[in-house]
């Protein structure tokens, strides 16, 4: 048995041959696995990103059987990968322009998902403003608890810092639309995939469950495939961008406060008179004061009171 990661899609075979699914394409370090057919039945889809048992390898061939799914860090729901352990909240300095206020909820729903080395920022767009204005929002993030890198994609500036921040992580791009989230993503993906290192002689790191019905010849009933990019440092990056426009930000009210690096940081350094505070109405508080997302908070965390309660009453 061997402990592998996938980079392969799952495929939706559908049909009665569906028996035996299979879910990534590999040579060398790489099999070609099916999913045994107990795990269908429970359920356990298997995730790009996955950490999985195989058993009945053939080397020669480059088969395998994925016997059991290993228990999952952290899941990330748009884009579907497991044990994603950091978010590149991306932005552009302009066009569209940068908001505070989206940029927030941005950052709250990342940190939602709870990943181990929680969130990066990445400003894109460097090339459409003066350096003061980029400076200005790399101060505004580090006055919030946030390292910035500034980039700009389609320039390639910049993008060489953000590969160093992911290295021997597994990364996902976040952002809304027009960031340039895929233009980042082809940027890493060329110089992963180039003589900047990443694999090596021009391999592509994209493993698509296309390939590997070309290989069975099984049917190609392929719903949307989302591939990990291998960086030379060990590092790892979705190639499919998540843009969960979290009007709702889908954190539970308790969670709230563990969103924000700010409250944090006050909570090390004192203790609230009560417990269970909630920050926002309590007397004796240390984070209710004077910080500027600090009525972002409160805006936060009585939606999430409010949605909290029509969950309740509608039972
Ligand atoms: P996405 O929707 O977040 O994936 O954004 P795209 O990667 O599709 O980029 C949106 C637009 O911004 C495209 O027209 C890109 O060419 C442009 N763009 C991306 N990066 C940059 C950049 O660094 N500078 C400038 N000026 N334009 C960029
Ligand atoms: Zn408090």
């Given amino acids: 048995h061997v402990k592998l990661q996938l980079e392969g899609a799952e495929g939706d075979r559908g049909g009665a041959e569906a028996e035996e699914e299979a879910v990534g394409y590999g040579s060398k370090d790489e099999l070609l696995c099916v999913t045994r057919s107990v795990l269908k039945k429970m359920k356990r889809q298997v995730l790009v990103g996955d950490f999985v048992e195989v058993s009945s390898v053939d080397w020669t061939l480059g088969h395998g059987v994925v016997k059991s799914v290993l228990p999952r860090q952290s899941i990330f729901q748009t884009p579907a990968v497991a044990n994603v352990e950091i978010a590149l909240v991306m932005f552009a300095l302009t066009d569209p322009p940068i908001e505070a206020n989206q940029v927030s909820r941005f950052l709250v729903a990342a940190e939602g998902a709870g990943l181990d080395s929680g969130v990066l920022v990445v400003l894109n767009k460097t090339d459409l403003v003066s350096r003061e204005e980029t400076k200005a929002w790399v101060d ?176």
């Fill in 140 to 315: 505004r993030l580090g006055s919030w608890g946030y390292r910035a890198i500034p980039v700009s994609a389609s320039g390639g500036e910049g993008v060489g810092a953000v590969c160093d921040a992911l290295e021997g992580k597994l990364g996902v791009v976040v952002g809304p639309s027009g960031v340039g989230k895929s233009s980042l993503i082809n940027s890493i993906n060329a110089s992963a995939g180039g003589e900047a290192g990443g694999l090596g002689e021009g391999e592509g790191a994209l493993l698509d469950v296309g390939e590997v019905s070309a290989r069975t010849g099984r049917g190609k009933h392929t719903t949307r495939n989302i591939s990990l990019i291998r960086l030379s440092n060990g590092g790892f990056l979705a190639d499919t961008p998540g843009f969960n426009q979290p009007h709702l930000v889908g954190v539970a009210s308790r969670e709230l406060p563990g969103c924000f690096p700010e409250i944090g940081r006050r909570l090390e350094d004192g203790r609230c008179e009560f417990k269970n505070c909630s920050h926002v109405h309590e007397p004796g508080c240390v984070v209710r004061g004077d910080w500027e997302r600090y009525p972002m908070y409160v805006d936060l965390y009585h939606q999430a009171r409010d949605l909290e309660a029509k969950a309740l009453r509608t039972g």
